[in-house]
Structure formats: C-alpha cells, structure tokens
C-alpha cells in the first residue's frame, strides 16, 4: 500500500524491523521499574494504529 503512494524508491522498514506491541510494552515496564517513570505519553505513530492498541494500553 506505501508503495503505491509513495513510489518504488520509498524505503520503508520490514515487517520483522517495526517495533512490536510486546516491545513497547517491555520498554515501558522496564522504564516504571527500573528507572522510575510514573507518566508515559503515546504520541502517535504507526505502531499506535494497530488492531490491539487496548491492550496495550491496559498492560502499561
């Protein structure tokens, strides 16, 4: 779909590169636990448009 509307010559990142929700959810836990965070903002983004987006909002 990106490709269409951005031409061939676009690079977008792989699959496998894109940041997983079970990552986010790790980055956010480890930065509560370890360094303290109390207040996490989600800004937006792709990986904020997924199908389980909930759920990740309800683990953080």
């Given at each position: 779909?990106?490709?269409?509307?951005?031409?061939?010559?676009?690079?977008?990142?792989?699959?496998e590169?894109?940041?997983?929700?079970?990552?986010?959810?790790?980055?956010?836990?480890?930065?509560?636990k370890?360094?303290?965070?109390?207040?996490?903002?989600?800004?937006?983004?792709?990986?904020?448009?997924?199908?389980?987006?909930?759920?990740?909002?309800?683990?953080?």
């Open positions: 779909m990106g490709g269409e509307i951005f031409g061939g010559d676009y690079g977008f990142l792989k699959k590169e894109v940041v997983s929700l079970e990552e986010m959810e790790e980055v956010a836990t480890v930065f509560g370890e360094v303290g965070v109390v207040k996490i903002g989600m800004r937006g983004g792709e990986g904020l448009m997924g199908k389980d987006l909930g759920m990740l909002i309800e683990k953080v």
